[in-house]
């Protein structure tokens, strides 16, 4: 994981927030969208989303994605509060 994957994963569910929601303005609604946007930005980005994962993979994958994940979704909601 690097903080600059998990930056632009998390830029990147804020501003999906924004179009899910159809709304800039801070409320906790759209945080609660920024959060899961930015999780699934950051699992898309660390590769745990597959059209197929084998148990073998999915135990090397999983060091990886699941911090890329939280400070995805942690970076996420923490933009859409202060956006």
Same mark, same amino acid.
């Given at each position: ?6 930056? *632009? ?6 501003? *999906? ?16 969208? !920024? ?26 994958? !999983?060091?990886?994605?699941?911090? *890329? ?5 942690? %970076? ?5 509060? %202060?956006?």
């Amino acid at each position: 994981m690097t903080i600059e994957k998990a930056l *632009l994963a998390g830029k990147a569910g804020n501003e *999906l927030s924004k179009k899910i929601t159809g709304t800039s303005e801070v409320s906790a609604g759209r945080t609660a969208v !920024a959060v899961g946007a930015g999780a699934l930005t950051g699992s898309v980005m660390g590769g745990a989303i597959a059209i197929s994962v084998t148990t073998v993979g999915a135990t090397v994958v !999983a060091p990886v994605v699941i911090p *890329l994940a939280v400070a995805s979704a942690v %970076f996420a909601g923490v933009c859409s509060l %202060f956006d």
